[in-house]
């Protein structure tokens, strides 16, 4: 059968109805009391916290097909009421969100797990609804523009495996399985109802056989020990099978399956008779513990409660300037950058606490100058510091605005003035990162760097409070950069130097950027690239550039590896994602 065609509005109005469905049980969940933890430890609703995992694993999904893209993310963004992951259709963030992302995905299904809780205390199925409408959004956004992709149903079924270790109640178990699974993603109409997936299950039976099969097992459980019971034993068992015989001729009674289920009761009764033991003033039994099954729908929800908090503190948001952090950390070498940047954060933050309580705190310049060969991650610290700022609330924007000589200096008298306010206004509220700074004072007749200095200075002392500027350049020049204006030394007191990477921190650098390319580099290609880094002379090493001369190292492997697999006639999945010895040697010559 050909798949049905669905325009990208439909889909994402069918992932809508599906969203209201989820929004209902988190409503129903809420106002009987199941989010009541949780929320103390998140400090979110339940509709924003189901808001946030939707975008999640919609996120997720589309990164693992390699598909987030424009409509992807519009998708993401219309389909829950708040777009909390702050996905943008112009992609300015995307780091950050895929970073967010991660976190959110390592943690336990906690509303999947509330649904399960509730399932055991009143019998119902949120489970299996929930887990419903949450996979139709997700193959929805799947057939955005009539695609179907093989990756998605790898991607489902990872996912179904995993939150199947949180579903304990074998009624969910019974109807989400491999063989649901399966329908579901066979199946080419998104509008088939749950029921079209689920196995049908066995009749319920009927209310007389329910109670004379729980009187039958309520008398074998019970070991009076009287005279009495001993004499009319064989008459009340005789009685009962007498009785089961009538239920037989019903169309009700299922002969097979009931005996064997109390067999099964009996083989528990046996285990647990010493459950009950006689009460010494009237001679009958006594019910110490509840029957088996109470008993464990109880220590169920005694251990999901108990490991609720712990569970959830993954998912506690990490504030802003922790995950700003923790990229700044995740970067490969830089580990003098670091900790020169987090001792200007902790006398930031120490400045803070003095203020808080009224104390003296002495003026502070956050301009800096970096310094270091091209290549060295001056540029990505400064976009990270920007944000830094901003989360230590000392810039408003927390923006980035780079430029150069270029951008500055203008051609003619009274022109460079107007350049240099026209792009400081624009970094207003952010950081101006200047790269090659020196070249602003060249000390050659007839040029105007010296009047983009001066404007440079004028307009940093205005905007003292809500802007940073970083100069970056080789460490000799920028001396002599700072030296051209006596205002430039007194506003440029931190010095930050970016060493050149080593061979180690390089090839590091290569698996990471492969890494987030989905690629993986053989061994052998891995030693070659190894070896030819360290081959390089010193001036060869300078021109290589550090990690810009990887990334272009990196894009020349990816050329050739394309070349590579065009010649092979159907690809493997893995052959797609390796990076052999072959594209090496065809890049290196």
């Not at 270091?372 to 989360?391: D, M, W």
């Not at 200047?434 to 004072?441: G, K, Q, V």
Request: hydrophobic share 40%; net charge negative; glycine share 4%.
């Amino acid at each position: 059968m050909r798949q049905p065609s669905y325009t990208n509005e439909r889909l994402l109005e069918l992932a809508r109805q599906n969203y209201m469905n989820l929004c209902d049980v988190c409503k129903a969940l809420d106002s009987e009391g199941y989010w009541e933890q949780p929320s103390q430890v998140l400090n979110r609703s339940i509709l924003d916290f189901l808001d946030l995992y939707v975008q999640a694993i919609l996120i997720n999904l589309a990164v693992y097909c390699g598909r987030l893209k424009e409509d992807e993310k519009s998708f993401i963004i219309n389909v829950s009421k708040k777009n909390l992951a702050e996905c943008t259709l112009d992609g300015t963030n995307d780091e950050e969100v895929i970073l967010m992302v991660k976190n959110i995905i390592k943690s336990p299904p906690i509303l999947l797990q509330l649904c399960g809780v509730r399932d055991v205390e009143k019998n119902s199925d949120f489970t299996v609804q929930f887990f419903d409408s949450f996979l139709n959004i997700l193959l929805s956004m799947s057939r955005l523009n009539n695609a179907k992709d093989s990756f998605v149903n790898a991607f489902i079924q990872e996912y179904y495996e995993k939150v199947s270790i949180f579903i304990n109640s074998e009624n969910v178990k019974e109807a989400i399985n491999p063989r649901y699974i399966f329908r579901k993603l066979s199946c080419e109409r998104l509008e088939e109802q749950l029921e079209f997936f689920l196995e049908p299950r066995e009749p319920k039976r009927s209310p007389e056989k329910e109670s004379l099969l729980k009187e039958t097992i309520l008398k074998d459980e019970l070991p009076y020990g009287d005279s009495v019971w001993d004499e009319e034993e064989d008459e009340d068992e005789a009685e009962a099978e007498e009785n089961l015989s009538e239920l037989d001729e019903s169309d009700e009674w299922e002969n097979e399956a009931d005996l064997l289920e109390l067999e099964e009761q009996e083989e528990i009764t046996s285990v647990f008779d010493t459950s009950f033991e006689k009460d010494s003033f009237s001679g009958e039994g006594m019910l110490l513990e509840e029957s088996p099954s109470i008993r464990l729908e109880q220590e169920l929800k005694e251990y999901q409660e108990e490991n609720l908090i712990e569970e959830i503190e993954v998912l506690k948001p990490k504030s802003k300037l922790d995950q700003y952090l923790e990229e700044l950390d995740s970067l490969v070498g830089l580990e003098g950058v670091k900790a020169e940047i987090n001792s200007l954060i902790n006398l930031i933050k120490v400045r803070k606490m003095r203020e808080s309580f009224n104390m003296p705190t002495m003026e502070m310049t956050y301009h800096m100058v970096f310094t270091g060969n091209p290549g060295t991650g001056k540029t990505t610290v400064a976009r990270l510091v920007s944000k830094i700022y901003r989360e230590l609330g000392l810039l408003s924007k927390g923006t980035l605005i780079e430029t150069d000589r270029s951008g500055l200096v203008a051609g003619y008298v009274g022109q460079t003035a107007l350049k240099v306010k026209e792009t400081i206004e624009r970094a207003i509220g952010g950081v101006l990162f200047i790269d090659e700074a020196y070249s602003l004072s060249n000390n050659v007749a007839n040029d105007f760097g010296g009047e983009a200095i001066d404007t440079l200075v004028k307009m940093m002392e205005d905007h003292r409070d809500n802007l940073v500027v970083i100069v970056a350049g080789y460490k000799d020049e920028m001396k002599t950069f700072l030296e051209a204006n006596t205002g430039l030394v007194s506003r440029f007191n931190k010095f930050i130097e970016f060493e050149d990477y080593s061979v180690m921190e390089l090839m590091d650098i290569l698996v990471s950027m492969a890494g987030k390319a989905g690629i993986t580099l053989e061994e052998d290609a891995r030693v070659m690239v190894n070896a030819h880094i360290t081959d390089f002379t010193k001036e060869e090493f300078r021109r290589f550039g550090n990690a810009r001369g990887i990334r272009n190292l990196f894009e020349k492997l990816m050329i050739n590896q394309a070349n590579r697999i065009v010649t092979i006639e159907e690809p493997t999945m893995e052959q797609l994602s390796v990076l052999t010895e072959e594209d090496v040697l065809e890049t290196l010559g």
